[in-house]
């Protein structure tokens, strides 16, 4: 069975800094997807990024970034220039496709306080 | 872009009753609507998988005659807590898909239940 973990519970940025949220996953398949959610206070999930495990290239999506290394099965998150609205749990999850709908097997969260 | 609806946004019912929980795609035909449940401080922990016109997948552990879905149009998939109780106080979540990891896959804002 395919398991997300995420192994920091709690993190913490200072305002306009750098942080690296942590991702591993096991899996036995070759293609597979992953992505990051953050879920602010409202609690509605967004999608933040996401990666395909075929491409090598990393994916960036403005001041969010990834660390795909697919031997090591980790996908990190970098949030750059850390905003007051980053600030949420944020969930690593990984899918692999399906005919009707991908299933998705999420991390347990790491919860994101961004200090001003 | 895409939306997701659900209603209601927050429920409060006696123990004993049953709760009705709608999960609407308004721009786009959801073949596949997904329901999680996420307790506080939690993860999303997927309840099931509806396809629209077919009977739910449900996960190991839940209780299909307590946790009635149906999917019965590309729109519109409800989620019914029959009989419930103090436990099923819960955040309830749906995912709305239209194919593969690679097409529309958004959430719901969520439907906070309490049972008194």
């Known amino acids: 069975a395919q398991t997300v973990t995420q192994s920091q519970p709690e993190m913490s940025v200072q305002e306009a800094e750098t942080v690296t949220l942590s991702c591993t996953y096991d899996t036995s398949e070759s293609d597979y997807y992953l992505f990051w959610y953050k879920q602010p206070p409202s609690r509605q999930m967004i999608l933040v990024i996401r990666?395909?495990?075929?491409?090598?290239q990393n994916a960036t999506e403005n001041r969010f970034s990834v660390n795909f290394q697919k031997a090591a099965k980790s996908f990190s998150l970098k949030i750059s220039d850390s905003q007051l609205g980053d600030a949420a749990m944020y969930f690593c999850?990984?899918?692999?496709?399906?005919?009707?709908?991908?299933?998705?097997?999420f991390g347990e969260g790491t919860q994101l306080t961004v200090n001003p | 872009g895409a939306v997701v609806s659900q209603h209601p946004s927050w429920v409060i019912c006696k123990s004993g009753t049953s709760v009705k929980i709608e999960c609407r795609s308004l721009?786009?035909?959801?073949?596949?609507m997904f329901w999680y449940r996420q307790f506080p401080k939690q993860s999303l922990m997927l309840m099931a998988t509806?396809?629209?016109?077919?009977?739910?997948?449900?996960e190991q552990g839940v209780e299909k005659d307590k946790f009635l879905i149906n999917h019965a149009s590309l729109t519109l998939s409800t989620l019914t807590v029959t009989s419930a109780h103090p436990e099923d106080s819960s955040f309830y979540i749906c995912?709305?898909?239209?194919?593969?990891?690679?097409?529309?896959?958004?959430f719901g804002p969520g439907t906070r239940l309490t049972v008194l």
């Open positions: 721009d786009f035909q959801a073949t596949t």
């Open positions: 995912r709305a898909a239209s194919g593969g990891w690679t097409d529309t896959q958004y």
């Open positions: 509806s396809n629209e016109g077919s009977k739910a997948t449900y």
């Open positions: 999850a990984y899918t692999v496709e399906e005919t009707s709908g991908s299933r998705l097997t």
């Open positions: 990666q395909e495990a075929y491409k090598q």
